[in-house]
């Protein structure tokens, strides 16, 4: 099975802003990208993207998951990086005509469409360094992918880092190369050092999230995660599954929470901690690596309510259970 994101359906839909006005989309190659060496996102990161995916029911019919909460958020980033402003409607059709044309090649479960829009600043102006890309270009990638946990689920070893951030506080809700650029190094460094998965960055102990996923801490049946400020990227994936677990009746803390008040909570037997983002829905965390010493989680595997929330979730997308939350639209 080739690695996650590494196989691309032969054409995407792709627009151009030219200052004024957006191009008609059209389906083109998907190598075919122009730019100009000079181009603003090439030496000034004006760049977004988002990440959500197609799903094949049994029946046959494909359908996109939540595509109008990652619309909201890529009209965000774009807004927050000073691009030109996206159309949603023009952006949401794009998707759709993607996810279309490629819908014979959506995988049955457990796999999905993966599906990758884009937005670029184009205009040559290597002077631009403190002024916006007057022109710029959207595009939508589609990826099939396998099932994420086809090896097995195993639970995660995290780094708790108390002193870097992932970036700067202002660009946390951006969804934005240049982020994952700046906590590229520190993760490379937690792998070699202490063989940790990811990093849980927690500034000045204010727990956070990891590189490119929400963190949960499930204490029984109350689940606590950051509320949302500019500091982090708001996950559809956090959202569907608190919104999910309120449902089924846990109660769901959004607030603050410390270092010092997670290490304490996780010793607890009936502990887990979680990962949410779309590539993998929900990923157990089993153990905390904090100044040298190994912290497990619960029982240090895999927890029964991150299991029973992931399930939840992957039954809506898969149409296994009721849409009751209208998140799904058919191509
Ligand atoms: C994409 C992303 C997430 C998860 O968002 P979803 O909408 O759930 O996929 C969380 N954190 C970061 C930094 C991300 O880039």
Known sequence: MAAFGTVFMPEMAISWFDGSSWSTPELVASDSL?????AHVLHYSSTCFEGLKAFRHADGSVK??????????????????????????????????????????????PGSLY????????EAAIGKAAAPSLTSCQYILVSPVG????????????????????????????????NYASALLPIMKARAEVQADQILFCPNGDVQETGAANFLL?????????ALD????HGVTRDSVLTIARDMGM???????????????????????????TAAVLTPVGTFI??????????????????????????????????????????
Request: glycine fraction near 10%.
């Open 34 to 38: 122009q730019l100009h060496p000079g």
């Open 64 to 109: 996109i998951f939540r595509m109008d909460k990652n619309l909201d958020r890529f009209e965000q980033s774009s807004h927050l990086l000073a691009l030109p402003p996206i159309d949603k409607n023009a952006t949401r059709e794009m998707i759709i005509d993607t996810v279309r044309r490629f819908a014979a090649d959506v995988p049955e479960a």
């Open 115 to 122: 599906i990758r829009p884009t937005h670029i600043g184009t």
């Open 147 to 178: 099932d994420y946990f086809a090896g097995g689920v195993a639970a995660l070893r995290v780094l708790i880092e108390d002193d870097g951030m992932r970036c700067a506080t202002h660009m946390g809700m951006i969804k934005s190369g240049g």
């Open 218 to 226: 499930i204490d029984g049946d109350e689940i606590i995660t950051k």
């Open 230 to 233: 500019e500091s982090f990227l």
């Open 251 to 277: 109660r769901i803390s959004e607030r603050d929470i410390t270092v010092d008040e997670l290490l304490e909570r996780a010793a607890k037997p009936n502990c887990e901690a979680a990962l949410s983002g």
């Open 290 to 331: 904090h100044h040298g010493k190994e912290i497990s989680i619960g029982n240090g595997g895999i927890g029964e309510t991150t299991l029973k929330l992931r399930k939840a979730l992957n039954d809506i997308q898969w149409g296994n259970s009721e849409d009751k939350y209208g998140w799904l639209t058919e191509v």
